[in-house]
């Protein structure tokens, strides 16, 4: 018996297993090596992983959506984390002008992406959030660079 399409398109949401993993290895590895390492090389994950939904093959097109969710997961999660320990006594004001950013930005991202959509296809979402993407890799290598600095 076949499957609805609901279902099988509902399956796609356990990639965010892989998220939670990753969410945790960042935490692991960012005590161990360092935020600041962690956090690009989740967004690098990212990077690849959309690269990999351009692939002609499903099989990479799903392990693309796996690699961008765990990278997301990733950087996510890091940045999170490292908002709290940078802030210098407004913790809480400091974190919730990161949560305001994260869901402003994802929200005028995600409507810009229907846009990007309409132009040209999954060719063009892609060339989108690849770009978002490097843009927060430099803002992360930055960021890594001033946290050094002080």
Not at 126 to 134: D, K, Q, R
Request: charged residues 10%.
């Amino acid at each position: 018996m076949r499957a609805s399409a609901q279902t099988e398109l509902g399956l796609i949401f356990t990639v965010y297993l892989f998220g939670i993993a990753a969410s945790w290895a960042a935490g692991h590895f960012g005590d161990r090596f360092g935020h600041f390492l962690v956090m690009p090389i989740g967004i690098l994950v990212a990077v690849a992983g959309v690269v990999a939904t351009l692939a002609p093959s499903l099989w990479l097109i799903i392990l693309g959506i796996v690699l961008l969710t765990a990278g997301f997961f990733m950087a996510h999660s890091v940045a999170s984390a490292l908002v709290g320990k940078l802030a210098r006594g407004t913790k809480g004001h400091a974190s919730s002008l990161y949560l305001l950013g994260y869901y402003l930005g994802s929200s005028i991202a995600g409507s810009l992406g229907g846009h990007f959509w309409s132009a040209d296809g999954w060719r063009a979402v892609a060339a989108f959030t690849g770009i978002m993407l490097l843009a927060s890799l430099a803002a992360a290598l930055q960021a890594g660079r001033i946290a050094r600095r002080d």
